[in-house]
């Protein structure tokens, strides 16, 4: 069983930065990997970025460039760094883990945490 807590959300203005935290429980975090994922009232979570646990990363192309995904597994977390932020970036972000199959499907992944809202204004 894994528990997963997001941090770091709020408001701030495009082009600007913020960084999420994903604090995970669980003495086997090393062995998860972890995804971050969005979503915007009357649309469906979309992938974000994906670490696997030997640390190869992969993300959306609407992000490439601009978010770097990261895990630190002495603290058992996983970050978002996300720089040059966008209004389209708005949305509510949620970490997840231990994805069964392929790490861009949100049903592949068996772990949530509850979300944290980012909003970019102009």
């Known amino acids: 069983q894994v528990q997963l807590v997001e941090s770091g959300g709020g408001l701030v203005q495009a082009g600007g930065s913020l960084r999420l935290s994903c604090a995970a429980s669980?003495?086997?975090?090393?062995?998860?990997?972890m995804g971050w994922f969005r979503q915007v009232p009357g649309k469906e979570r979309e992938f974000v970025a994906f670490?696997?646990?030997?640390?190869?990363?992969y993300y959306a192309d609407s992000v490439k460039g601009r978010f770097t995904i990261s895990r630190d597994n002495a603290k058992n977390t996983v970050s978002l760094q996300m720089n040059s932020l966008k209004l389209e970036d708005t949305a509510v972000y949620y970490c997840a883990a231990d994805p069964r199959g392929r790490y861009y499907y949100v049903s592949e992944y068996g772990y949530w945490g509850q979300g944290t809202q980012v909003t970019v204004s102009s």
């Open positions: 670490i696997s646990s030997g640390g190869t990363r």
């Open positions: 669980g003495r086997t975090f090393s062995s998860y990997a």
